[in-house]
C-alpha cells in the first residue's frame, strides 16, 4: 500500500487498476455485508417480523447472489434473466419475489414452472393472465399486489413511482377490486399488498404514510375476508453520493414502524403484518467504486478543462440519464491538493459527462481517477454503446481480491451476431 495513494476497503486501487486494468469497477464485500447487517440489526431491535427482499435491479450477478444467500435475505427479480441468475447461484426459490409491470407470459411460466415464492401482479390484467396460466401447469401461486399509494416522495422527479400516475402498480382506489378479483381466482393466493414510493429518499415521513395508507387497505381487504398477512413496503433509502455520512437513517425507519405498527394494527383491527422491504442502492451504492485512467487532456482556454477517462455512457449512464451527481479523487496522488476545476468526461460519441466541475489536483495522461459510490445502478445499466466491452468487477474481501465478472472481450461483442444468407 503506497502512501499517498486512495485505499477503498483494505485496498492500494493504484495497484488494483495495475492488477486488473482499467475501467475496473470494484465492489467491497466487507462493506455490503455491513449495509445488510444494519438493516437486520435495525428491524430486530425493534422486534418486528420482517424479510429483507435485496432489489437485484440495483447491482446483480452470481457472486452477488451468493452473498446475499449467506446473508440469510431474499431477493427481489424483474426479470428471467434475475430470476434465472438467482435459481443459478443457488438461491431458494421460495426467497425469490418477481415483480415487472409488464411481465411476459414466458416470464410468468418460467416463474411458476421454478416456484418463485411470491409473484407482484401489476395490473387488473395480470391477474387474469397469471391465473389462466397456473390453470394450465396446475399450480397455485402467492401472490401480492403493488399499488400505488398516491405519496409524493421528494426525490428526483425521473423515480417517483409511488404516484396514482404511474405505469406501475394499481391505484389505491382500485386494489380493493383488484384484491376481489385474485380472490375470486382458483390459484392465486393473496398473501400481501405492496407499494414502492421511488427511490432516494432521505425522509421517513413518506415512508410512514405510506405505511400507514396501506394498513388501512390491508384492514379494508380483510373486511372482504382475505387473510393477507405479508405488507411490503419497497425500497428507495436514500444514499448521498456527496458524503460518507448515513443520510438515511435505517433505525429511525424501524423505530418509527414500529410506533406505527403497535398504534395503528389494534386501532383498526388487523393483526400486525410481517414487514417486508426491498433495498437496493442502500445495499450496494457506498459498496462500489469504479477506477479510470485519464487520457486525452484537453483546455478549451476561458472556458472548460475536460479530463477524457477510459470509461462514460456505456459504463455508467446515471449521469446523463439522472443528472447523477458523483464524488471522484485522483487516486496516484490522493493527498495532493486539488486545485483545478476540471469536467471528467467519458470516451463516447455522445457528451457523456461522468462529473461536472470537480476540483481535482492537476491531473495527467496516466493518473488513475476514481468515482465514489458507484455500486448502484451503474454495472446493472451498462451497456456495449460504440461497441465497448463493458469492465470487469473486482470483489474485495479483507485484503483479498478477486473477479466476480471478467471484462467482456471483443469476441463477446461479437457473440450473438448472426449474418443472413444473403450476406454470406
Ligand atoms: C419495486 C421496487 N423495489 C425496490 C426498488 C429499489 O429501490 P432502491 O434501489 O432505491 O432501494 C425499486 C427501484 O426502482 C423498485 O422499483
Not at 386 to 393: F, G, V
Request: glycine share 8%; aromatic share 8%; charged share 25%.
Amino acid at each position: 500500500m503506497q502512501k499517498g495513494h486512495y485505499i477503498f476497503s483494505g485496498h492500494d486501487t493504484v495497484e488494483l487498476a495495475r492488477q486488473y486494468a482499467t475501467p475496473l469497477y470494484v465492489i467491497s464485500e466487507d462493506i455490503i455485508r455491513n449495509n445488510i447487517r444494519n438493516i437486520k440489526s435495525a428491524f430486530e431491535k425493534e422486534h418486528i417480523d420482517y424479510a429483507v427482499n435485496y432489489a437485484g435491479k440495483a447491482f446483480l450477478n452470481t457472486a452477488m447472489c451468493k452473498i446475499i444467500k449467506d446473508e440469510g435475505i431474499c431477493v427481489d427479480t424483474v426479470s428471467k434473466g434475475e430470476m434465472y441468475t438467482a435459481l443459478k447461484a443457488g438461491i431458494d426459490p421460495q426467497d425469490i419475489t418477481l415483480h415487472g409491470s409488464n411481465k411476459s407470459e414466458e416470464e410468468l411460466c418460467y416463474a411458476l414452472e421454478n416456484g418463485i415464492g411470491c409473484i407482484v401482479i401489476d395490473s387488473m390484467y395480470e391477474i387474469s393472465v397469471l391465473n389462466e396460466l397456473c390453470e394450465k401447469k396446475s399450480r397455485k401461486q402467492n401472490v401480492h399486489i403493488r399499488v400505488t399509494p398516491n405519496i409524493e416522495a421528494h426525490t428526483h422527479e425521473y423515480v417517483q413511482t409511488g404516484r396514482i400516475d404511474s405505469k406501475f402498480g394499481i391505484p389505491i382506489g382500485m386494489a380493493l377490486r383488484a384484491a376481489q378479483k385474485v380472490s375470486q381466482t382458483r390459484y392465486l393466493k393473496l398473501t400481501g399488498i405492496h407499494c414502492h414510493i421511488g427511490s432516494q429518499i432521505f425522509a421517513q415521513k413518506p415512508f410512514i404514510i405510506a405505511a400507514n395508507n396501506m394498513l388501512e387497505l390491508m384492514s379494508n381487504i380483510e373486511a372482504l375476508g382475505l387473510d393477507v398477512h405479508e405488507l411490503n413496503l419497497g425500497g428507495g433509502f436514500g444514499v448521498n453520493n456527496m458524503t460518507d455520512e448515513e443520510l438515511f437513517s435505517v433505525k429511525d425507519y424501524a423505530s418509527a414502524l414500529k410506533e406505527l405498527l403497535e398504534v395503528k394494527c389494534p386501532e383498526i383491527d388487523i393483526p400486525v403484518p410481517k414487514i417486508i422491504v426491498e433495498p437496493g442502492r442502500y445495499i450496494i451504492d457506498n459498496a462500489g467504486i469504479t477506477l479510470y485512467t485519464v487520457g486525452t487532456i484537453k483546455e478549451i482556454p476561458y472556458m472548460r478543462k475536460y479530463v477524457s477517462v477510459d470509461g462514460g455512457l456505456f459504463e455508467n449512464p446515471r449521469p446523463g440519464m439522472y443528472d447523477a451527481v458523483y464524488r471522484a479523487c485522483v487516486a496516484n496522488r490522493f493527498e495532493d491538493e486539488p486545485n483545478e476545476l476540471v469536467t471528467i468526461s467519458g470516451r463516447c460519441c455522445e457528451t457523456d459527462t461522468l462529473i461536472n466541475d470537480i476540483l481535482l489536483p492537476k491531473c495527467y495522461p496516466g493518473d488513475i481517477v476514481a468515482v465514489i459510490n458507484t455500486g448502484a445502478y451503474n454495472y446493472s445499466m451498462a451497456g456495449n454503446y460504440n461497441r465497448l466491452p463493458r469492465p470487469a468487477i473486482v470483489l474485495l474481501k479483507g485484503d483479498k481480491s478477486e473477479l466476480m465478472v471478467r471484462r467482456e472481450t471483443e469476441e463477446d461483442l461479437v457473440r450473438c451476431d448472426e449474418v443472413p444468407s444473403w450476406l454470406k
